[in-house]
């Protein structure tokens, strides 16, 4: 929690993400199963990347600001 974001922590969470969105994406579709499966793969592995990355490092630096006003 009190370590700093990376970006190959993240791009090992948007993996495991983006498989599981191709899962989902072909299992919800009558045609072309695995096509529609790997482009939501695709595109959800590239939505997620970018945008967890900063999300993370916002909750980190938010929290380092917390610890840092708080009283000891």
Do not use: C, E
């Not at 922590?9 to 009558?30: D, E, F, N, P, Q």
């Amino acid at each position: 929690m009190n370590q700093p974001p990376s970006w190959r922590g993240t791009v090992t969470r948007a993996l495991i993400g983006a498989v599981l969105i191709g899962v989902v994406g072909a299992l919800s579709t009558k045609h072309n199963k695995a096509a529609v499966g790997v482009v939501f793969a695709i595109v959800g592995f590239l939505l997620y990347v970018p945008s967890m990355y900063y999300f993370d490092r916002y909750m980190y630096r938010r929290r380092q600001r917390s610890q840092a006003n708080r009283p000891r």
